[in-house]
C-alpha cells in the first residue's frame, strides 16, 4: 500500500470492514487503484454492507471529481450484478420446486393462485415473485409429497 492512516485509529493492514469512514477517504483521495483494491473487493463481496454504506456517505460529502465519480458508479454496478444473481437464483428455485412438485406448469400455476404465463415469467427471471408467492412456490413439492403419501380410501 502507498497510503497511510492520518489522524485515524487503525491500520491500512486491518479488514477494510474495520475502517472508518475517514479511513475509507484517505485511501480513496490519496492512494493509487492498487490501493483501492481491498475496498472494491469488500464492495463486490457485499454490495450494500457498511463498507459501501461508508463510501456511499463519502461520495455524497466529497466535490464532484472522478475518484467519487467512479465509486458511485462502481456501486451501482455491483448492487446490479448481485441483483441479476438474486434474480437468477430465484428463477432457478421456481423451476426447481416446479419439477420437483411432479405437477405441469399449468397445474402449479393453478396450485399457487396465479396462471401458467405469470409463472413463466418466474421460471425464466423475467419478474421476481413477491416474498410471499416464493414460499407458497417452494412449499408445493411438499404439499404434493403428502398428498402422495396420504392412503387412498
Known amino acids: 500500500m502507498t497510503v497511510f492512516f492520518r489522524n485515524v485509529e487503525g491500520s491500512i493492514d486491518d479488514p477494510v470492514r474495520t475502517w472508518p469512514v475517514e479511513a475509507l477517504a484517505e485511501v480513496i483521495e490519496r492512494g493509487l487503484l492498487q490501493d483501492w483494491q481491498p475496498i472494491l473487493t ?15 456517505r463519502w461520495v455524497a460529502q466529497s ?13 451501482a454496478r455491483v448492487r446490479e450484478l ?22 405441469t406448469a399449468a397445474e402449479f400455476a393453478s396450485h399457487i393462485g396465479t396462471s401458467a404465463s405469470r409463472l413463466s415469467t418466474y421460471a425464466n427471471g423475467r419478474v421476481i415473485p413477491s416474498a410471499a408467492l416464493l ?9 404434493m409429497a403428502g398428498i402422495a403419501a396420504e392412503p387412498q380410501d
Do not use: C, M, N
Open 42 to 56: 469488500e464492495l463486490r463481496h457485499d454490495p450494500w454492507g457498511p463498507v459501501a454504506r461508508k463510501v456511499e
Open 82 to 103: 448481485a441483483e441479476a444473481q438474486e434474480r437468477t437464483e430465484v428463477a432457478r428455485r421456481v423451476r426447481l420446486a416446479i419439477d420437483q412438485s411432479g405437477l
Open 135 to 143: 414460499l407458497r412456490i417452494e412449499r408445493v413439492p411438499d404439499v
Open 63 to 75: 466535490p464532484d471529481d472522478r475518484a467519487s465519480t467512479y465509486f458511485a458508479l462502481v456501486i
